[in-house]
């Protein structure tokens, strides 16, 4: 359901529903879209950085790199293309991360899930331990 909002590009009010800006923005948004693809469809314009698009078309680099984040600019046709990763800022071509944030948060999960079993095989030790201390042997002191 669409609910009052601000914009955060120009701070306009407008309803926020799938669109996260406010019209005006939008169409300015596809605008600049345009004219960064005219440019980088050319040829020569292929291969050009995220800051020699910004400075030829005067589209902000921030937008650039969400256009290709947003998939809508693909590196893959456009080499030298790219975004930030959200963790260290390293620029990417696809996912969320960096392969080296990416290794070191796989690293983690690995060791998280060590630490939990190591914690499980404790707990089962410890309950054994608690049940042969609850047992009771008789000796037979005559008994030869």
Known sequence: MAEPANCPRCGKLFMKGPQTVCEACRRKEEDDFQTVYKFIRQRENRTATVEEISVATEVEEWQIR????????????????????????????????????????????????RD?????????????????????????????
């Open 66 to 113: 969400r256009f290709v984040k947003e998939k809508r600019l693909h590196p893959a046709n456009f080499p030298s293309l790219s975004y930030e990763c959200e963790r260290c800022g390293a620029l990417i071509q696809e996912g969320r991360m960096c392969e080296s944030c990416n290794a070191e948060l796989n690293q983690g999960i690995q060791q998280h899930d």
């Open 116 to 144: 939990k079993a190591l914690d499980s095989r404790k707990q089962q030790h410890e309950k054994d331990m608690n049940k042969k201390s609850m047992t009771y042997y008789s000796v037979d002191k005559y008994k030869k």
